[in-house]
């Protein structure tokens, strides 16, 4: 698994201005062709190709179909809580391991970490919690967020 989507507590990498505006550029519309971003940018198609290169394989961004998983058939979302007993960075590595598992996060508050789950049904959810999450070594509670409806979803929040 690659770090793409993670963050690994390193200090972020410095992007300059360019950098940034081809991150917004994609982030609006993330089929715009490199021509197109490089008019916008003032840099050509090449060098829009190798700043995005350089940018995914540093994993400060992804470039991502985002759908609805309701319309794809996985009806049954849910964020679990988990309290967990240990080293948490080892709970989370082990967790984003798990395919079902989509999004992973250490956190301070109630819970330790935070999971997002994307599942065909309820019965793979159940499943899911049973045999996979609840059995790893340092979780000692769970709680279950089911998702009703999908209301917002972007990811558009541009850069600093």
């Known amino acids: 698994m690659t770090n ?20 917004e550029q994609l982030q609006a519309d993330g089929r715009r062709s490199y021509a197109d971003i490089g008019k916008a940018v003032g840099l050509s198609e090449a060098a829009v190709r190798q700043r995005v290169q350089k940018l995914t394989d540093s994993g400060v961004m992804q470039i991502v179909a985002v759908t609805d998983p309701m319309q794809l058939g996985f009806t049954r979302q849910a964020m679990i809580g988990i309290r967990a007993a240990g ?25 330790d ?10 019965d793979e959810l159940i499943t899911l919690l049973n045999t996979k999450i609840r059995n790893l070594d340092g979780v000692s509670a769970t709680e279950t967020f089911v998702y009703l409806k999908l209301q917002k979803q972007f990811y558009n929040w541009g850069t600093r």
């Not at 793409?4 to 991150?23: E, F, H, W």
């Not at 967790?95 to 819970?111: H, K, N, Q, R």
């Not at 970490?113 to 309820?122: M, Q």
């Open 4 to 23: 793409a989507g993670r963050s690994n507590g390193n200090r972020a990498m410095q992007l300059d201005d360019v950098s940034k505006a081809i991150i």
């Open 87 to 111: 080293d948490t960075r080892v709970l989370a590595e082990q967790l984003a391991e798990i395919p079902d598992i989509d999004y992973v996060v250490l956190t301070a508050g109630s819970f």
């Open 113 to 122: 970490l935070l999971a997002e789950v994307v599942c065909e049904n309820d």
